[in-house]
């Protein structure tokens, strides 16, 4: 068992969680984020002719999370069913409870602690047939909401909620089959016809964290190198520019190969946590090099220009770009549940002696989505980091808190 905050130098820590889900158009589900460093002056104007990159001390991170997050409660919460709005997708509200609840764990407040509490009341059997918690039509729903009760555990130290996820990583440990494709989990749970990177990504951070945090475990740690040993072999990364496409197809002989289905963000993105959860368990700097490539390849310009704006140099969604453009309420927070992921990351490399290798992406990010993507005066964000902003949603907002969160 390995101590899991990592408290880098300055005012950066390592941030955490992940939750997010994939979009075969069957599917849909999506997780929280982190936030930044108090210093400078309070939030508030940004002068435009910044954009995108300026000095760290003009963003106050932390109260530009804070802001994120109190926007994101006074739009799109519903007090009377303990959940933001819309419900659906439901794991939307699974990575948006996960931010807020890495932004406590990161600053030491606790302002939204009855809240998170109520959340997580009403929403454990809401979906559930036989009273089991965070169940409902696909195993990545329960990872997103598992994944959050790893960060509650580790925010209160209160055994409730590592017995939750306890609960749950057995519950979606038993979707794993080893054929077709020689192993992991099925995301669809009726018609389990579909593995995906999504399900598996957030079964290996699960069974991670959960080694990571029990102590003399061995079961959940050899799960987690189990499956990412399988995972990193099953074709779904493309071996050329190492990113991570949606899943994998099956034929009648069992074997399986890359579906060639979208490189969402979010994919990119809950591997690197996975990865550091899997670091600390082991100290094996062989997943940090797995991890590293994965998000060298999201952050390089030149190679895979789809995922970083040469032009911007924000992070972007490729279905998602300008205003609306057919990006769904899942796609939409893909990007929060990357960046703080990537926040993760960063921390366990700073772990390992390797600096910051992420923070100044994190924070270029978050300063040009805090100038050019938020609604004058709402703190309401738009999806595109690089701007305009023109309305938000819970999924833009949940982003936007994410990316602020990774930058505390
Ligand atoms: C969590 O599970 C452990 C092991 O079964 C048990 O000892 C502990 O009391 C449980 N925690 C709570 C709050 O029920
Ligand atoms: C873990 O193993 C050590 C060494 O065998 C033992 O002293 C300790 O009691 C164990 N802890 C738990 C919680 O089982
Ligand atoms: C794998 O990457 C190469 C190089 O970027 C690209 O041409 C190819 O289409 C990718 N394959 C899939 C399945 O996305
Ligand atoms: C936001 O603006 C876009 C572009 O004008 C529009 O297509 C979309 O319906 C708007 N969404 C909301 C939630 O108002």
Same mark, same amino acid.
């Given at each position: 068992?390995?101590?899991?905050?990592?408290?880098?130098?300055?005012?950066?820590?390592?941030?955490?969680q992940g939750l997010a889900y994939s979009v075969? /158009?069957?599917y849909h589900n999506a997780g929280p984020v982190?936030?930044?460093? =108090?210093?400078?002056?309070?939030?508030?104007?940004?002068?435009?002719?910044?954009?995108?990159?300026?000095?760290?001390? $003009?963003?106050?991170?932390? %109260?530009? %999370? &804070?802001?994120?997050?109190?926007?994101?409660?006074?739009?799109?919460?519903?007090? /009377?069913?303990?959940?933001?709005?819309?419900?659906?997708p439901?794991w939307l509200?699974g990575v948006?409870?996960t931010s807020?609840?890495?932004?406590?764990?990161?600053?030491?407040?606790?302002?939204?602690?009855?809240?998170?509490?109520?959340?997580?009341?009403?929403?454990?059997?809401?979906?559930?047939?036989?009273?089991?918690?965070?169940?409902?039509?696909?195993?990545d729903?329960?990872g997103w909401?598992?994944l959050?009760?790893?960060?509650?555990? $580790?925010?209160?130290?209160?055994?409730?909620?590592?017995?939750?996820? #306890?609960?749950?990583?057995?519950?979606? +440990?038993?979707?794993?089959?080893?054929?077709?494709?020689?192993?992991?989990? +099925?995301?669809?749970?009726? /018609?389990?016809?579909? &593995?995906n990177a999504i399900a598996n990504e957030l079964?290996?951070k699960?069974?991670?964290?959960? *080694? @990571?945090? #029990?102590?003399?475990?061995?079961?959940?740690?050899?799960?987690?190198?189990?499956?990412?040993?399988?995972?990193?072999? =099953?074709?779904? #990364?493309?071996?050329? $520019?190492?990113l991570i496409n949606d899943g994998?197809?099956?034929?009648?002989?069992?074997?399986?190969?890359?579906? &060639?289905l979208p490189v969402w963000t979010y994919n990119q993105g809950v591997i690197l946590g996975a990865?550091?959860?899997?670091?600390?368990?082991?100290?094996?700097?062989? +997943?940090?090099?797995?991890?590293?490539?994965i998000a060298?390849?999201v952050?390089?310009?030149?190679?895979?220009?789809?995922l970083?704006?040469? @032009?911007?140099?924000?992070l972007t969604e490729a279905s998602c770009?300008?205003? $609306?453009?057919?990006c769904n309420h899942d796609q939409q927070v893909f990007k929060g549940v990357f960046a703080y992921s990537l %926040?993760?990351?960063?921390?366990?490399?700073?772990?390992?002696?390797?600096? *910051?290798?992420?923070?100044?992406?994190?924070?270029? @990010?978050?300063?040009?989505?805090?100038?050019?993507?938020?609604?004058?005066?709402?703190?309401?964000?738009?999806?595109?980091?690089?701007?305009?902003?023109?309305?938000?949603?819970?999924g833009?907002?949940a982003s936007?808190?994410g990316l602020?969160?990774a930058?505390?």
């Amino acid at each position: 068992m390995k101590p899991f905050l990592s408290l880098a130098g300055f005012c950066y820590l390592s941030a955490t969680q992940g939750l997010a889900y994939s979009v075969d /158009a069957r599917y849909h589900n999506a997780g929280p984020v982190p936030d930044a460093c =108090s210093d400078g002056p309070a939030a508030g104007q940004f002068p435009s002719e910044i954009t995108p990159l300026r000095p760290r001390q $003009d963003l106050d991170i932390r %109260a530009a %999370a &804070k802001a994120a997050i109190d926007a994101l409660n006074n739009k799109f919460y519903s007090p /009377a069913q303990a959940i933001w709005s819309p419900g659906d997708p439901w794991w939307l509200s699974g990575v948006a409870l996960t931010s807020v609840i890495d932004y406590m764990r990161k600053t030491g407040s606790r302002d939204y602690m009855d809240q998170i509490e109520s959340i997580i009341q009403v929403q454990r059997t809401q979906w559930s047939q036989d009273g089991a918690d965070f169940r409902a039509e696909s195993t990545d729903d329960t990872g997103w909401w598992a994944l959050a009760m790893i960060r509650m555990y $580790d925010l209160t130290g209160d055994s409730t909620y590592l017995n939750i996820s #306890i609960e749950d990583e057995a519950y979606m +440990y038993k979707y794993w089959t080893s054929s077709p494709c020689g192993g992991g989990i +099925y995301v669809d749970i009726k /018609a389990k016809t579909y &593995k995906n990177a999504i399900a598996n990504e957030l079964y290996i951070k699960l069974a991670a964290s959960l *080694h @990571n945090r #029990i102590a003399n475990d061995t079961r959940y740690l050899s799960r987690a190198e189990t499956a990412w040993s399988w995972f990193q072999n =099953s074709g779904m #990364i493309n071996q050329s $520019d190492n990113l991570i496409n949606d899943g994998l197809a099956s034929s009648s002989s069992g074997a399986c190969s890359n579906n &060639k289905l979208p490189v969402w963000t979010y994919n990119q993105g809950v591997i690197l946590g996975a990865l550091a959860e899997l670091f600390r368990a082991t100290n094996s700097e062989t +997943y940090l090099t797995s991890a590293r490539s994965i998000a060298d390849a999201v952050l390089s310009t030149t190679t895979t220009p789809q995922l970083t704006n040469p @032009n911007t140099g924000t992070l972007t969604e490729a279905s998602c770009k300008q205003p $609306d453009e057919g990006c769904n309420h899942d796609q939409q927070v893909f990007k929060g549940v990357f960046a703080y992921s990537l %926040a993760e990351l960063d921390g366990a490399v700073s772990d390992h002696g390797g600096g *910051h290798p992420y923070v100044s992406y994190i924070r270029q @990010n978050a300063q040009s989505a805090y100038a050019n993507a938020r609604g004058e005066g709402t703190d309401l964000y738009d999806v595109s980091w690089a701007g305009p902003f023109l309305n938000s949603t819970v999924g833009k907002q949940a982003s936007a808190v994410g990316l602020l969160i990774a930058g505390i």
